[in-house]
């Protein structure tokens, strides 16, 4: 009669996941790119932040590219497109969130030689992202003044692995009655310190600060 | 519903440790799961038990271990758990805290196994 024997594994579930992510993290650290995950609900603002910003840097002489995730259809990669930057479609069919294998595999063949700046834009989605780790060396959670103020304490697990917050469409604050102090104090109280940017695609407002905040990033990767 | 990508890792992991093992099924499997990394237990159980069939899992009971999130504070200069996910606050003093001790877990923490007899 054979007995169940306990084996102690004590080990991350995600374990594959993360070691493809730190490889390619090393990687793109070590060739001097700033690699940037945004996530945030579907609807807030991902594509139009993240096509502003292609443009801006492109017009500045900057290298840069970037995937995008969804379940189906390849709208925002041409939306994205519109910068002129090279960018892939990710279409995860049905899976919630991307994960880095997604985005190794979409990376292969693509040449980056000199690429200063990859954009990962993930599935619109403020759980299942989480825990994926993608790589990136930013990671940027957006909160549009459209969502409601307490969307960070709604989602504590989501707003507590980024790095930095930006509040989206703050042209429709006025509209929506944006309580701008109630949504500082919910980033706060996920994520103590964390810095805030607050955006509009629309009018420009804030763009200067959050290429500013990517650039000096850039630079802490290559020691500059 | 990423409970399904990660009950197919956990199922992935288990395998590959109970087959180093000389194979046999796996009767129990216990993860520790934080509660910041939002992942929600009764949704992983379903998923664990939709994707558990025909692997060495498929007759394991599953043990869900939730872990409380815990910081430090840095004005009482301990290490203290939280009520509930926020704000991550220290629940004596007040003072903010980012630096979390616990409660970010996904882990697969042990494998309860039964090995096939070799016939002597």
């Keep these: 009669m054979s007995m169940p024997r306990i084996l102690e594994v004590r080990t991350r579930i995600l374990k594959a996941n993360d070691e493809t992510a730190r490889s390619m993290r090393r990687e793109f650290e070590r060739a001097g790119v700033l690699v940037v995950n945004v996530v945030s609900s579907p609807g807030s603002g991902k594509t139009s932040l993240l096509k502003e910003t292609l443009t801006r840097l492109a017009a500045r002489g900057e290298a840069v590219a970037a995937v995008v995730g969804d379940l189906e259809t390849d709208n925002d990669a041409r939306r994205l497109a519109e910068s002129g930057v090279p960018v892939r479609q990710i279409n995860t069919h049905g899976l919630c969130h991307l994960e880095a294998d997604m985005v190794a595999k979409h990376l292969t063949g693509w040449d980056l030689t000199g690429l200063q700046y990859l954009f990962i834009e993930n599935v619109g989605n403020l759980v299942c992202p989480t825990s994926w780790d993608l790589g990136e060396s930013l990671r940027v959670a957006l909160l549009a003044v459209t969502e409601g103020e307490d969307k960070p304490l709604k989602y504590p697990g989501l707003f507590n692995t980024a790095d930095v917050a930006v509040i989206t469409k703050t042209d429709l604050a006025c509209a929506c009655e944006f309580d701008r102090d109630a949504a500082l104090a919910a980033i706060e109280a996920v994520r103590p310190g964390m810095p805030v940017l607050e955006t509009s695609a629309k009018t420009g407002a804030g763009l200067d600060a959050w290429l500013e905040l990517l650039g000096q990033r850039r630079r802490s990767l290559t020691g500059g | ?120």
């Design chain 2, 1 to 120: 519903m990423h409970e399904l990508s990660i009950a197919m890792r956990v199922i992935d992991l288990a395998e590959v440790h109970c087959r180093a093992e000389g194979g046999g099924q796996v009767v129990a499997v216990t993860l520790r799961i934080g509660r910041l990394a939002a992942v929600e237990p009764h949704a992983l159980r379903t998923a664990l038990a939709m994707a558990a069939v025909g692997t060495l899992l498929e007759e394991a009971t599953l043990r869900i271990v939730e872990v409380p999130v815990a910081i430090w504070c840095p004005g009482c200069e301990r290490e203290v758990d939280l009520p509930g996910l926020v704000p991550l606050a220290c629940p004596a003093c007040g003072t903010r805290s980012g630096d979390i001790r616990r409660g970010d877990e996904l882990d697969l923490e042990s494998l309860e196994i039964m090995v096939a007899e070799v016939p002597a």
